[in-house]
């Protein structure tokens, strides 16, 4: 019963266009409305706070507040779910490689000079990083950048977690057993490969973009495998 009326709250969010900070009602303006006891409304809104997207405000005024989703929440639990279900390293490329390619394109069709602007930037960022000698933790920005520029919000969200399972598993069965000089080489061919990628769609030309972001993500991929062999 609670889970019915988790589902019927989030109905009537969405209704209202998940307008955040609105109060849907008090909680004895909801148990009226939902026609159901006081133990099984408070376990629906547990659900609804867990899935963040409402909480309960006490005190004068208050009521169950609609809120904003954690899309890192989202990533954490899809990463945690994919290692559960020991996704191979074959399908994580498959995975990633058909959305990165397909959003190349569409990033590529919609440019405009803010995202050229945010491309920019984001290469800037990170040759700062593997100048200064960090080698790991910024590799999937220019990658989240291009997928924000699609438009496409699943998109971006399933490229952030594909591309966050994908670093932490080339770090944990390669970088971390290797040198400070392999792990810099690294670094600064996939950066190099950014630089490319990214030239290719400033210049319109979504072919070549998919061209050379296929060609870097099989060059990560084979790092892994290559290691795996070498075992």
Do not use: C, K
């Not at 990533?75 to 390619?101: C, M, P």
């Not at 072919?207 to 495998?225: E, G, K, S, Y």
């Amino acid at each position: 019963m609670a889970e019915t009326v988790a589902d019927r709250i989030e109905q009537d969010i969405l209704a209202q266009g998940w307008d955040t900070g609105s109060i849907l009602g008090s909680e004895a303006q909801l148990i009226e409305r939902y026609g159901v006891s006081r133990a099984v409304f408070r376990e629906a809104v547990r659900l609804v706070e867990h899935h963040q997207m409402a909480r309960m405000r006490r005190g004068p005024g208050g009521g169950l507040v609609v809120t904003e989703p954690d899309p890192g929440a989202v990533r954490q639990a899809a990463r945690v779910y994919l290692r559960r279900a020991d996704v191979t390293r074959q399908q994580l490329f498959d995975a990633r490689a058909a959305l990165e390619l397909a959003g190349v394109v569409t990033a590529t069709e919609q440019l405009t000079e803010d995202g050229i602007a945010q491309l920019t930037e984001a290469l800037r960022v990170e040759a700062e990083l593997v100048e200064q000698g960090v080698t790991t933790g910024h590799a999937r920005n220019v990658h989240s950048v291009i997928a924000d520029m699609t438009g496409n919000p699943a998109i971006s969200l399933f490229i952030e977690v594909l591309a966050q399972l994908d670093e932490d598993m080339v770090q944990q069965g390669w970088i971390s057993r290797d040198d400070p000089t392999d792990r810099a080489a690294l670094a600064e061919a996939s950066h190099a490969a950014h630089e490319a990628i990214v030239a290719a769609i400033v210049a319109g030309d979504a072919p070549l973009a998919q061209h050379r972001m296929r060609r870097h993500l099989q060059a990560i991929a084979d790092l892994l495998t290559d290691d795996v062999r070498a075992d």
